[in-house]
């Protein structure tokens, strides 16, 4: 009979191993603690200690086989992790922790879509914090998000959004007087892609700030970055893009006072059903007519990036209208289908096709019989993620419930990590949700000034 007291005093002993670096043999403890605690939900699927307790063992087995290369797992048992915690009654700082945890697990292993609207989905969830007090509570747990954020989205985003959040990280870690790794991090990141922009003023001051704090460390070199900026002025020249205007909108400028530090801030999300139907044309002409992979990809994907964000949120216009704007969102990434990319972000993209012809289905916006949903089971099918069988699989070994702390239980999605953790039956009913604030001015002029850097 599984026991919820020998599981937790297996994992004690799984721990100790690991704080010793014996981290291989730390994992098989790991999993025979793993297996006591699934044996104990199963039996009592409404433990919330239990759960909490599940969820602990997942972040420190996800550290173990991170420390001996074991990046696949470590992603899944992040991404378990992340699906038991949003399934509870958990404060927010805790889900951002856990998200900001998985997204940079998913950058490890190649899930670039993935890392970045989880990064994006963490930061969001610290909205309530003020970016501009620093003795106010949460002022550090956002600091320390954004300067995390900004290494994720270095790697699988926008290369303004990772400068965008690594200057508003290093103004709001100097700010507390906060050093070590992330400031580190955030500064080599600032330095890097300015220059490798051409905005030297600024990348020299970066440069400046980080050889007086951290005298041996160099900038990240960068090369000339595919910003979604750069992509769309491409579409322009192209005559694929029909609304030069919307660029400034989309895109502010990364070094002026209304960067944007996330994806949630990059503009008012009601722009983002906008941007998907003006970039319909661009994506599909450098992904089959004129094939530039490379820009077909910056640009899809940081629609997509934009329309998770205002979808977690639940933008209005988005969900009343799904009906219109979810199909063009789902041809939008099977273009991206065709440009012969292989790994992990073949995965990553099945994922996001299926979640997506998920809530096509679920929303009624699309039917089964249809060539675009026909087309997307195709490739998900020709592109098995392992993850998902894996989280099917545990899925049915435990029945995931949301359950609050009165005990009032709802059905939830195993894979709610996808679209924000919305409870089975109400995605899309949710209320909205207030956007980060950039220190510096954010996203569509809704800054509340700057934290000045001291001298």
């Not at 087995?61 to 001996?68: E, K, L, N």
């Not at 009343?320 to 990553?348: C, K, M, Q, Y």
């Not at 299926?354 to 089964?368: F, N």
Request: proline residues 5%; glycine residues 8%.
């Amino acid at each position: 009979m599984p026991n919820r007291r020998h599981a937790r005093r297996t994992h004690r002993d799984a721990t100790r191993l690991a704080a010793a670096g014996n981290h291989q043999g730390a994992l098989a403890v790991y999993a025979s603690a793993a297996a006591e605690y699934r044996g104990c939900l199963a039996v009592h699927p409404g433990d919330l200690a239990t759960r909490a307790d599940f969820a602990e063992l997942l972040a420190d087995r996800a550290t173990s086989h991170t420390a001996v290369g074991e990046t696949a797992e470590a992603y899944a048992a992040q991404h378990e992790r992340v699906t038991i915690i949003t399934a509870l009654d958990t404060p927010a700082g805790d889900r951002s922790l856990a998200r900001l945890d998985l997204a940079e697990a998913a950058a490890r292993v190649g899930r670039y879509m993935t890392a970045a609207t989880e990064a994006d989905a963490a930061v969001s969830l610290l909205d309530e914090t003020d970016p501009t007090d620093p003795h106010g509570p949460g002022f550090a747990d956002l600091a320390n998000a954004l300067a995390r954020a900004a290494r994720v989205f270095h790697r699988a985003a926008d290369p303004d959004l990772a400068v965008g959040a690594a200057d508003q990280a290093t103004r709001m870690l100097i700010a507390v007087d906060a050093g070590g790794e992330l400031l580190r991090d955030s500064l080599r990141l600032a330095a890097g892609l300015h220059a490798a922009a051409g905005r030297t003023t600024v990348a020299r001051s970066a440069a400046d700030l980080l050889a007086k704090r951290f005298p041996d460390v160099e900038p990240v070199a960068a090369k000339p970055p595919l910003t979604f900026r750069g992509a769309l002025q491409t579409a322009v020249r192209a005559g694929a893009f029909a609304d030069p205007a919307l660029i400034d909108r989309l895109c502010p400028d990364p070094a002026g006072r209304h960067a944007a530090p996330t994806i949630s801030a990059r503009c008012d999300l009601g722009l983002a059903a906008v941007a998907l139907h003006a970039c319909e044309q661009a994506v599909d002409l450098f992904a089959r007519a004129r094939p530039h992979p490379a820009l077909a990809w910056r640009i899809a994907t940081e629609v997509h990036y934009l329309l998770t964000a205002a979808d977690r949120q639940a933008e209005r216009n988005l969900h009343l209208n799904f009906r219109d704007h979810g199909p063009s969102w789902l041809a939008t990434l099977l273009a991206l289908t065709v440009t012969g990319e292989r790994g992990p972000i073949t995965a990553d993209l099945a994922t996001a096709l299926a979640d997506l012809c998920d809530r096509l289905h679920t929303r009624h916006a699309a039917a089964d019989h249809e060539p675009l949903i026909v087309a997307a089971t195709r490739y998900v099918r020709a592109n098995t993620d392992p993850l998902r069988g894996r989280l099917e699989s545990s899925r049915k070994e435990v029945k995931w419930e949301r359950v609050d702390r009165w005990g009032d239980r709802r059905g939830f999605r195993a894979d709610a990590g996808a679209d924000g953790g919305v409870p089975a039956g109400r995605r899309g009913a949710g209320p909205a949700v207030g956007r980060h604030r950039s220190v510096g001015g954010g996203g569509a002029g809704r800054g509340r000034g700057a934290v000045r850097v001291p001298q």
